[in-house]
């Protein structure tokens, strides 16, 4: 592999940061975090940011009394944005889809549909979700033939005349190249399910929507009547990032959306149907975790379950909340979190876990008043290993699993503490120190991309780079992550 493009979903504008968004965010910052170090800064491109148009962003604006949906979206961006940068999330461009460069490259790229034969117009009759931004199937549907996602009131019955794409005809390609595995779908169960939806049948689906029902969208290319639909011009937002930045071949390298169960079927299924039709290349993998859940529950307002970043950040730092999320990345099925756990996990792994351990050997260090080596050699045989894990698990996107090899670690770190006792010994203890600590610099350096800001803080205090090795006397290192109170 030599470049890497990594993607997450552009967020609905008018929403707020949630636990989900925080943890495909984290995830894809934590991956392009790691090829950074393994293909150098200037081989990745990691891209985030805002599905600004629609019918749930024009309605969120006219309620809360805007009567100019960009003046309402460029407020939301702002909250947005910096929500991103307060968490240190290492994007390389912030999308928004009301950028007119956005715009340009999707009326073009529609205008290639159209004249390549695969857009028809017709009357499209049935539900729409204004929450899901979708027209729904009878497979989308409950028991009571409702949303399972949304309030009633969010879904409307339509009929109206609309641009449809051939979906029907590229759908059973895109089934052979999964079965091929030309296109990733990972983890497995999510890559069956398209593949059984696909057999079912698929039928035609619509791009467009008459502008007398929404307004706030881009104008599908030679009608003024009609706007694109919503998440057809989303899907582009991954070509059209390219594009602004002239960052083009990035698309011809290794190339991964991650995102949620929820929305697979629009990635997996729809976007490289047109992709197809436009004979573009596809992407290579999609990664598609399941949801966070609170307790067993769905999280929502009127549960008054709901866990937020900023709660996470507040309370456990930023690397304990990158830390706790991923590790509760919830990989084939939905995984469980309560703060509670997130509390216990905190305590035993950062807090007594690996703040301890440093605070435990640095002082022992200070103690000896000795010189101690610092550099990231150590044991070859532990390092070659632990790097390869952690590369197998990397390409599965187990980033959870990655968290327990961290666990491990420090674990194994402490049962050595308390076997050898060093304090009893202090001055003819120096050599088991001085490998203790080579560890603790090999693994900060090593799960870097995991906990960013506390390998820098440790080497700032060691006043080490990466690059020089160095021999210096070590100062008690204390507050790494504080107790809970
Ligand atoms: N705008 C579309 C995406 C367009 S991408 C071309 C959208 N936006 S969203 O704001 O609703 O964000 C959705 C993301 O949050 C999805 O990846 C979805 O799966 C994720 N999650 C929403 N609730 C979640 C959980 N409870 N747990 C984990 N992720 C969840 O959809």
Redesign the pocket.
């Given at each position: 592999m030599k470049t890497f493009y990594i993607t997450?979903?552009?967020?609905?504008a008018n929403?707020s940061p949630?636990?989900?968004?925080f943890?495909?965010t984290s995830a894809a910052d934590a991956l392009a975090r790691y090829y950074r170090q393994e293909l150098g800064e200037e081989n990745v491109f990691f891209t985030t940011g805002l599905?600004e148009h629609g019918t749930n962003v024009e309605q969120s604006a006219k309620k809360e009394g805007y009567s100019n949906i960009q003046e309402y979206v460029d407020r939301r961006f702002n909250e947005w944005k910096k929500m991103f940068d307060v968490s240190q999330i290492s994007y390389d461009y912030f999308v928004r889809t009301t950028n007119p460069k956005h715009k340009d490259f999707v009326k073009k790229f529609i205008s290639t549909l159209v004249d390549n034969g695969d857009v028809y117009k017709a009357k499209y009759k049935g539900k729409y979700c204004n929450g899901c931004?979708k027209f729904l199937t009878k497979s989308d549907l409950d028991e009571r033939g409702l949303c399972p996602l949304h309030r009633p009131d969010q879904v409307v019955e339509v009929e109206e005349e609309n641009y449809f794409f051939k979906l029907s005809k590229y759908a059973p390609k895109v089934a052979e190249l999964l079965q091929k595995n030309s296109l990733r779908i990972l983890p497995d169960n999510k890559k069956k399910e398209i593949l059984s939806r696909i057999n079912q049948g698929v039928e035609d689906i619509s791009i467009s929507r008459p502008k007398e029902k929404i307004s706030w969208g881009i104008e599908f290319p030679n009608d003024s009547n009609q706007v694109i639909y919503?998440?057809v011009e989303?899907?582009l937002?991954?070509l059209s990032s390219l594009h602004i930045n002239k960052k083009e071949i990035f698309w011809e390298g290794q190339t991964t959306h991650?995102?949620?169960?929820?929305?697979s079927w629009?990635?997996n299924v729809i976007w490289p149907s047109l992709l197809l039709s436009a004979k573009k290349p596809l992407f290579k993998e999609s990664f598609v975790?399941?949801?966070?859940?609170v307790a067993g529950q769905?999280?929502s307002k009127s549960l008054g379950n709901v866990i937020t970043p900023q709660d996470l950040i507040s309370r456990y730092g930023l690397d304990g909340a990158r830390f706790l999320i991923l590790s509760s990345l919830?990989y084939k099925n939905?995984s469980d979190v309560t703060m509670d756990y997130f509390d216990k996990k905190y305590s035993a792994v950062l807090s007594n876990g690996l703040g301890n351990l440093i605070s435990r050997i640095t002082k022992l260090c200070e103690n000896t008043s000795k010189e101690y080596y610092l550099s990231l050699g150590g044991s070859l045989k532990t390092q070659e290993q632990l790097k390869s894990k952690i590369k197998d698990l990397i390409k599965d996107y187990k980033l959870n699993e990655i968290t327990l090899l961290l666990e491990e670690q420090i674990n194994f770190l402490d049962k050595e503490i308390q076997t050898v006792k060093p304090w009893e010994n202090l001055e003819e203890s120096q050599e088991f120190l001085q490998g203790v600590l080579l560890h603790i610099l090999f693994l900060l350096h090593t799960f870097n991309f995991i906990l960013p800001q506390t390998s820098k803080k440790v080497f700032a205090h060691f006043n080490f780079t990466r690059e020089q090795d160095k021999k210096s006397k070590i100062k008690h290192l204390t507050g790494l992550f504080p107790r809970l109170s």
């Open positions: 997450t979903p552009i967020y609905y929403g949630h636990l989900g968004h943890l495909t599905d931004e919503v998440w989303a899907l937002n991954y991650l995102l949620g169960k929820d929305i629009f990635h975790h399941s949801f966070l859940k769905k999280m919830p939905d």
